[in-house]
């Protein structure tokens, strides 16, 4: 028997691929939806910054009137002293916290609700946000990063701008010290060889050197030892001319 593959021994979430949630500064959600957010808004202020390794963009300690703190996405442009509002009657500014019906078409929210105060799933990612595409009665239709478009209820809080960060990954590491760092606070596993370096029992495209030896498609039904590769491809390799040739045609 060959050995298990790296995403069959992932799904095993041993100790080896566990997240360090220990070192998690903080878990991002937004407050209550109570009656002060539903009627009007509730007034914060920014008292710091903090740099979680859970994650690539900054979060922003927030401490609210009635005393309640919370830590947030920090957008582009916050700053320590910042007003943060959250509630319906919140207004359009960046950081602030409001239903996706007050939010006008064409602005860029982000950290989403999926449903109304489960306190922000979608578009958390350092640089990213979503697009308020269209409104209709209950409902608002939102353009992700992924240019999908997602129809979710009105009455969904997210928050206004662009998540900080975006640009982090245009910076060249320079040295590998800086990857094994950069892995080691997400646990994540680095480095990572390619099949075709591995041997035949350790990988399905091992065996040969730097040479896979057959073709990489792979069946849907494949059993999950060989499920590697262009899994259920439609096509594999280069476009023939004469076939792009005719598409053009058609055009």
Same mark, same amino acid.
């Given at each position: ?7 069959q021994r992932r799904g095993k979430g041993s100790v080896a691929y566990r997240a360090p ?14 009656? #002060? ?6 007034? $914060?202020?920014? =008292? %710091?910054?903090?740099?979680?390794? @859970? ?102 809080? #997210? ?6 960060? $975006?640009?982090? =990954? %245009?910076?060249?590491?320079?040295? @590998? ?75």
């Amino acid at each position: 028997m060959g050995k298990l593959l790296k995403q069959q021994r992932r799904g095993k979430g041993s100790v080896a691929y566990r997240a360090p949630s220990h070192r998690y500064k903080a878990d991002v959600a937004f407050r209550r939806y109570d009656e #002060a957010e539903k009627t009007g808004f509730v007034r $914060g202020q920014v =008292l %710091e910054f903090v740099d979680d390794p @859970a994650r690539g963009a900054l979060l922003m300690h927030v401490m609210f009137e009635n005393g309640e703190e919370r830590m947030l996405l920090a957008p582009e442009g916050a700053y320590v002293g910042q007003e943060i509002r959250c509630g319906a009657e919140a207004g359009i500014s960046a950081g602030n916290c409001l239903p996706l019906s007050k939010v006008p078409e064409g602005f860029m929210v982000f950290n989403i609700e999926m449903v109304p105060g489960d306190g922000g799933k979608l578009v958390r990612a350092a640089g990213s946000y979503a697009t308020i595409a269209s409104k209709e009665k209950d409902k608002v239709y939102i353009k992700l990063p992924s240019r999908k478009t997602l129809v979710l209820p009105a009455s969904c809080r #997210a928050q206004v701008g662009v998540v900080c960060g $975006g640009g982090r =990954l %245009e910076k060249p590491l320079m040295k @590998a010290g800086n990857s094994f760092y950069k892995k080691h606070a997400q646990n994540r596993r680095w480095p990572v060889n390619r099949g075709v370096h591995m041997a035949a029992y350790n990988h399905p495209f091992g065996g040969k050197q730097h040479h896979k030896g057959r073709g990489s498609m792979t069946s849907r039904n494949a059993p999950p030892g060989r499920k590697v590769g262009h899994i259920a491809a439609r096509s594999v390799g280069r476009k023939k001319a004469h076939v792009e040739e005719k598409k053009l045609e058609q055009k």
